[in-house]
């Protein structure tokens, strides 16, 4: 079987040679035991070259200067992840069912399941970490000018992802169906209900007609946890894929070499 | 143009060597099967976005239908004061589908608008025309007060402070065997004129009647 090349981790990770006299260079079950993971690894990877994508994707030149502000991007994406993973059990106990089993759901959630609260207040908190964190994203991309030539793509990939992220906190304001949620959707559609010729049909859409009715709760259910979501990961796939493809920006504290020889030898 | 496409400066495929080509043959066999493939991909995404978008609109253009409610008696309600009535405007939803209309008897010394068997009685909505809040009624200073931002009305409905943009919503009224009932829901602008129904936030005065056009899920 012809041998792949060793995966590049550091030299103090990787299995020293064995010793003379040790099998006499024949395998043990030890050894293949060992390497019973690497085989593992070998064997998809020989199917599906996924190690080249991998490390296309992790092992990237990065400029001098980079910095803790970098990671804004990244700090986004798990927070999305943690809303996406809390969500996913919360939407085991949740009934969008607006004569009152919605409400009820909620409160068994609260009150009853076994960290229901924990979980549950993980995906309410997290709603606002996630928002602040695309705005101090997106407040770093926009002052380090890292939206110019040629990034400019994701920076408009960034805008309608920030857009999904604030139709996600809408929708999800409802589903407690307590007072505040009923009252705040209420007033939330009426305010797009005020943009001039569409939104009349917007706020009847929203709403699944002309009053707050039986399909309302479900309709903003459904765009909550089916459809924002899958755009939201669609979106953040292609927001990473350009963000490899291109690369990051320098800091713009970080001056061009003068030197044209210096400048030579570091690029 | 690169040179790929411009070599083959014909149109017909037996004059471009193709082998083959009839006679008077303009599409190639390969650019036949091309466009039925494409044109089969594109039927059947078709067949199940187009419906589905369908069925999320809707609800926009289906009129909902009303009923009539009854409030209370006819001498239940003065003409001088508002008696706070609650209706159901959408069933089968509980608490979530009821709201307060405030409703007095037609005096015709304040109320000068053409009488007619709908307005007899004056029902006003609890929909603030800001953004939608529960207004309530404040005998002592006979007006409406708006709690979230601050709208206040007079007796006939009518903006006298805050933000709103109209006069409240009023609703039909008639009267069946000694009761009143409330029947569907219609706005007015500043002068009291009648319109089809429009969402808070949407002033009918002027050009703003053609801004927010009333739709055709909620007609007067």
Redesign the interface.
């Known amino acids: 079987m012809p041998k792949l090349p060793a995966p590049p981790v550091p030299a103090a990770l990787k299995a020293p040679p064995p010793r003379p006299g040790d099998g006499n260079g024949k395998a043990t079950p030890l050894d293949h035991a060992a390497e019973a993971g690497i085989s593992v690894v070998d064997w998809v990877d020989e199917r599906t070259s996924l190690s080249g994508a991998a490390r296309w994707m992790m092992f990237r030149k990065v400029p001098k200067g980079t910095n803790w502000f970098y990671t804004l991007g990244s700090a986004t994406m798990f927070a999305f992840l943690s809303q996406a993973v809390t969500g996913v059990f919360l939407a085991m106990f949740y009934k969008p069912d607006?004569?009152?089993g919605a409400y009820e759901s909620i409160r068994h959630v609260t009150n009853e399941v076994f960290l229901g609260q924990f979980v549950r207040g993980m995906h309410k908190w997290g709603s606002s970490v996630m928002v602040i964190l695309v705005f101090l994203h997106m407040g770093r991309t926009f002052f380090f000018g890292a939206y110019k030539y040629p990034r400019e793509l994701n920076w408009l990939i960034g805008v309608v992802l920030l857009i999904l992220t604030m139709v996600m906190s809408f929708t999800g304001y409802l589903l407690p169906?307590d007072q505040r949620a009923?009252?705040a959707t209420?007033?939330g559609?009426?305010?797009n209900?005020?943009g001039?010729?569409l939104?009349?049909?917007l706020?009847?859409?929203l709403?699944?007609?002309?009053?707050?009715?039986?399909?309302t709760l479900s309709r903003f259910y459904a765009i909550h946890m089916m459809l924002v979501p899958g755009l939201i990961a669609a979106l953040i796939g292609a927001h990473l894929y350009l963000v490899a493809k291109l690369g990051t920006t320098a800091p713009p504290w970080l001056k061009a070499e003068k030197n044209p020889e210096l400048r030579k030898a570091k690029a | 143009m690169s040179d790929k496409h411009r070599k083959h400066a014909s149109r017909y495929t037996s004059d471009r060597k193709i082998p083959g080509a009839f006679e008077g043959e303009t599409v190639t066999r390969r650019r036949f099967m091309t466009g039925t493939t494409h044109a089969a991909g594109a039927i059947a995404a078709a067949s199940f976005a187009l419906p589905a978008l369908g069925f999320?609109?809707g609800?926009?253009f289906?009129e909902?239908p009303h009923k009539w409610e009854t409030a209370g008696p006819t001498d239940m309600f003065p003409d001088n004061n508002y008696i706070p009535v609650v209706i159901t405007?959408?069933p089968?939803?509980?608490?979530?589908?009821k709201t307060t209309v405030y409703v007095r008897k037609r005096n015709p010394s304040i109320d000068l608008e053409k009488p007619d068997s709908l307005n007899q009685y004056i029902a006003i909505t609890s929909r603030c025309a800001h953004?939608?809040?529960?207004v309530r009624w404040v005998d002592a200073a006979e007006r409406f007060i708006c709690p979230?931002h601050g709208g206040v009305y007079d007796l006939l409905g009518r903006r006298v402070g805050g933000p709103p943009v109209r006069p409240l919503d009023r609703f039909y009224t008639r009267v069946v065997d000694g009761f009143v009932q409330i029947g569907a829901r219609y706005s007015v602008n500043s002068e009291l004129q009648r319109f089809s129904?429009?969402?808070?936030?949407?002033p009918i005065d002027g050009i703003g009647q053609y801004?927010?056009?009333s739709?055709p899920?909620?007609r007067r």
């Open positions: 607006p004569s009152g169906f009923y009252w209420i007033v559609v009426n305010i209900g005020t001039p010729l939104g009349p049909y706020s009847d859409f709403r699944g007609g002309p009053e707050f009715g039986a399909v | 999320a609109i609800p926009i289906k909902t405007l959408t089968g939803i509980g608490e979530a589908g953004l939608g809040c529960p979230c129904p429009r969402d808070p936030g949407e801004l927010y056009p739709r899920s909620i």
